[in-house]
């Protein structure tokens, strides 16, 4: 059986709001530091993520084909893969995004699987699990400082 990470939080925004942060790239470039990226928010569409640029290109890259975009409510991205130049390029994963309405605003549910075996693997899983808690603090924090 596969492993999965899932974290959890909830913010002081509309579910609308709190999804689109997720596909909106200007979004993610203050709450998440994505540098660039396409993200097409439709089944079938591109959802692909750079971070830390440098003189010769991005350190770490993410990519993956949307499933399913209902906004205010979920996104699935299949086929994720990750880059980064230190580790093999690991892949294909699952995130998947659930957002419910909440009597403060909204809960956020952030799933990701499809991990593999291995020690690389454990590396990877290890750092996905310490990192989606981070993320997700730092996702409330700008939702909450920035107000619709």
Do not use: C
């Not at 002081?12 to 596909?23: E, N, Y």
């Not at 089944?43 to 640029?53: P, Q, S, Y």
């Not at 075996?117 to 939702?143: C, H, S």
Request: glycine letters at 8%; zero cysteines.
């Amino acid at each position: 059986m596969s492993r999965s990470v899932t974290s959890s939080i909830e913010v002081s925004a509309h579910p609308l709001r709190a999804l689109h942060a997720f596909v909106d790239l200007d979004m993610m470039r203050s709450w998440w530091r994505v540098e660039r990226g396409l993200v097409q928010p439709r089944a079938g569409g591109v959802w692909a993520l750079a971070w830390d640029r440098t003189d010769t290109g991005f350190r770490y890259f993410e990519s993956g084909i949307v499933k399913v975009y209902t906004p205010g409510a979920e996104l699935v991205v299949d086929n994720v893969v990750y880059f980064n130049p230190e580790h093999p390029v690991f892949g294909p994963m699952r995130l998947r995004v659930l957002v419910r309405a909440s009597d403060g605003g909204s809960v956020i549910h952030v799933t990701q699987d499809g991990y593999g075996d291995g020690a690389e693997w454990d590396w990877y899983y290890e750092a996905v699990r310490q990192a989606w808690p981070a993320t997700l603090g730092l996702l409330k924090q700008w939702l909450e400082e920035h107000p619709e």
